[in-house]
């Protein structure tokens, strides 16, 4: 039985966002094989993330202005082609600085999937199932990460580092080829601008309007305390609680699992319930910071706090793709890309920025901290998440043409 067209046009973008995270995670269980063979340190190891993750972050805003004046599928085409034959031309490398480079070569073609995604699903997707499908495209990244380090490391095991990277590069051609040849069903966001009263804005005016930059806190933040948990949450648990490691290892793959789960219910709900999506938002924002307080302030049984870090993580995943759509309604019509290019920004920062701090915390004697901080965090992101949609809801904004 042939597909229905929603469902082939989620699956070719689902399967490119799949491929972008799992080649972020990829690299990081190389690391050991490569101080060896390439005689480096740890810190150039580290590196080699940092500027493929840098370079997406940097690049993602003046790719969505690209996608938003000439069109998502070309840049789509390239960017997965540049991206996975920057992974697999990694096995020919015979210096260290042709992984840095490549690694940055990837991240540029990693640059272009949020803003060419959002575009292409805003275009392609009924409105009635638009949460559906970025539910689906959420949950694929999310399955990218969670199988980027394990099939890497058995790949590893079975035919060495240079023919794993030759392989998980290639496999990004069948994907490139899907999306080439099937262009025809990915239809692009409507660039018309609309000949309505409103704000008059710029593009570069559009994305520093207060709006949109409390979008982007309303991203980072949420992106902190989930970067905080993942980072320290088995740290605190084992220091603070005294749980056994394996014990707070399994609590945080429950919170994993309750995020990536969450993302499905969170995408059903904003299509079944649009007129309901900010107090459904603050609702499972709230519980989740609060099951992150009752783990810190409680004198919780090592199993009986698993079933709390699930529901913290099924709460702050079901949120995230309304939280998708209250940023799809604000953006004018043909500003997809520019605007999630830049809010989606702040997720790779927010990630970056609390594991040092929170290590620094606990270095100090402060471990009980973490959890605590986490949870205001997520309080803070609600402020921002709150405003910026009472902010969109009172203007009408046109982007002038550029």
């Known amino acids: 039985m042939a597909l229905s067209r929603t469902i082939r046009v989620n699956l070719l973008i689902s399967n490119g966002h799949f491929l972008s995270h799992f080649y972020v995670l990829?690299?990081?269980?190389?690391?050991?094989?490569?101080?060896?063979?390439?005689?480096?340190?740890?810190?150039?190891?580290?590196?080699?993330?940092?500027?493929?993750?840098?370079?997406?972050?940097?690049?993602?805003?003046?790719?969505?202005?690209?996608?938003?004046?000439?069109?998502?599928?070309?840049?789509?085409?390239?960017?997965?082609?540049?991206?996975?034959l920057s992974i697999a031309t990694m096995s020919l490398a015979t210096a260290f600085w042709q992984i840095q480079l490549l690694a940055v070569l990837s991240g540029i073609g990693n640059s272009?999937?949020?803003?060419?995604?959002?575009a292409i699903l805003s275009g392609s997707i009924d409105k009635d199932r638009i949460g559906r499908s970025f539910a689906l495209h959420t949950f694929s990244g999310n399955v990218g990460f969670a199988l980027g380090a394990p099939v890497t490391a058995f790949l590893m095991l079975a035919v060495g580092w240079r023919e794993t990277l030759a392989t998980e590069g290639l496999l990004g051609i069948p994907v490139v080829l899907s999306i080439l040849?099937?262009?025809?069903?990915?239809?692009?966001?409507?660039?018309?601008?609309?000949?309505?009263?409103?704000?008059?804005?710029?593009?570069?005016?559009?994305?520093?309007?207060?709006?949109?930059?409390?979008?982007?806190?309303?991203?980072?933040?949420?992106?902190?305390?989930?970067?905080?948990?993942q980072a320290w949450l088995v740290t605190v648990l084992h220091t603070v609680k005294g749980i056994d490691l394996k014990l707070a290892a399994t609590a945080l793959t429950a919170y994993m699992v309750g995020s990536t789960m969450g993302v499905l219910v969170g995408g059903w709900f904003a299509d079944q319930f649009k007129a309901h999506v900010l107090p459904f938002v603050t609702v499972l924002v709230i519980v989740s910071a609060s099951m992150m307080l009752i783990i810190d302030w409680v004198n919780l049984p090592g199993l009986a706090i698993i079933p709390f870090t699930f529901v913290s993580g099924l709460s702050l995943g079901a949120s995230r793709t309304p939280r998708d759509v209250m940023l799809k309604d604000a953006a004018p019509p043909g500003q997809i890309g520019k605007v999630f290019g830049f809010v989606s920004a702040g997720l790779p920062l927010g990630s970056a920025i609390?594991?040092?701090?929170?290590?620094?915390?606990?270095?100090?004697?402060?471990?009980?901290?973490?959890?605590?901080?986490?949870?205001?965090?997520?309080?803070?992101?609600?402020?921002?998440?709150?405003?910026?949609?009472?902010?969109?809801?009172?203007?009408?904004?046109?982007?002038?043409?550029e």
């Open 26 to 84: 990829c690299l990081p269980t190389m690391f050991l094989t490569w101080k060896d063979a390439f005689q480096v340190s740890f810190s150039q190891l580290g590196l080699t993330v940092a500027l493929m993750s840098g370079a997406t972050a940097l690049l993602q805003t003046p790719v969505g202005f690209l996608v938003d004046k000439y069109g998502s599928r070309a840049f789509l085409v390239g960017g997965a082609l540049l991206m996975s």
């Open 112 to 118: 272009v999937i949020h803003p060419a995604d959002y």
């Open 181 to 229: 040849v099937q262009s025809t069903i990915l239809r692009d966001q409507i660039r018309t601008v609309p000949k309505v009263g409103g704000v008059i804005l710029s593009g570069r005016d559009l994305l520093t309007s207060r709006t949109m930059l409390l979008f982007f806190l309303f991203f980072l933040f949420g992106a902190m305390a989930s970067g905080g948990v």
């Open 354 to 401: 609390t594991p040092v701090p929170f290590g620094f915390l606990i270095d100090r004697g402060h471990p009980e901290m973490v959890l605590m901080l986490v949870a205001g965090i997520l309080f803070a992101s609600l402020l921002c998440g709150g405003s910026a949609k009472a902010s969109a809801r009172g203007e009408t904004v046109v982007v002038a043409a």
